[in-house]
């Protein structure tokens, strides 16, 4: 046969071009589409137009950034960590935030919440009296506050030993057998009448805590065992 003299092209392809722009494509009689590729003209123009715009704003936020970098007065070729964070120090001081060996002083606070500490570490509050002496003021177990000379110091709570509860009753399945022993019940704790999930008692002040578990079958039979915990010095 005779070779095959077709020239190869790239062009679009009508069937994507008419989901965007399907007024672009023609479709005759027996179904074959075609591009109008003179409409493309007045559409790629206004892309380019956009583009064109879009460029021209980036350059003059860059033009503005670059003038406000070189009329900076701590500008300086080659700007070390140090200098760069002596800076924005300086600049957090007017607004009354200071840095001192890591700890930060600030002139006022307003927040709408405040945390202390943690149950794994608790700790409290330092206030000086009017002789400038300090005094730490924490918060016990049942809310009750006390203060201690000095200022506070981050403590960890000592946990207190643990419980576990065992059941046993009659197998229904063989009454006469064996007892079933039963140690899927469930165990609950409160310190001073306060229900809590873990234990933990604060041993910076001298204090006694009743510490009761109790713990209840599938029959609602209750079961209670009573410690007490003093904290002395």
């Not at 005759?28 to 109008?36: E, H």
């Not at 583009?51 to 900076?72: F, G, H, P």
Request: charged letters at 15%; a negative charge.
């Amino acid at each position: 046969g005779e070779p095959n003299t077709l020239t190869p092209h790239q062009g679009f392809i009508a069937q994507e071009v008419e989901q965007i722009f399907p007024e672009f494509v023609t479709t005759d009689t027996n179904g074959k589409k075609s591009i109008s590729m003179t409409n493309f003209i007045p559409a790629m123009v206004q892309a380019i137009q956009t583009l064109n715009s879009k460029v021209n704003n980036i350059d003059k936020r860059l033009t503005n950034l670059e003038q406000l970098v070189a009329s900076s007065p701590t500008q300086t070729a080659g700007l070390t960590f140090n200098q760069i964070i002596t800076e924005f120090t300086n600049q957090f001081e007017t607004l009354g935030l200071k840095f001192i060996n890591g700890i930060a002083y600030f002139k006022n606070i307003f927040t709408d919440k405040l945390t202390v500490g943690s149950t794994l570490k608790p700790t409290g509050v330092t206030l000086y009296d009017p002789n400038g002496e300090p005094y730490c003021v924490r918060l016990q177990i049942g809310g009750a506050l006390v203060s201690t000379a000095g200022e506070c110091t981050t403590t960890t709570a000592t946990t207190t030993p643990g419980a576990t509860v065992t059941d046993t009753s009659t197998d229904p399945l063989n009454p006469a057998g064996p007892l079933i022993v039963n140690n899927n019940l469930g165990l609950h704790f409160s310190v001073d009448d306060i229900p809590m999930t873990d234990i933990s008692i604060d041993t910076t002040a001298t204090s006694t805590h009743t510490i009761v578990y109790s713990a209840v079958d599938g029959s609602g039979n209750w079961g209670y065992a009573t410690r007490t915990v003093e904290v002395i010095e």
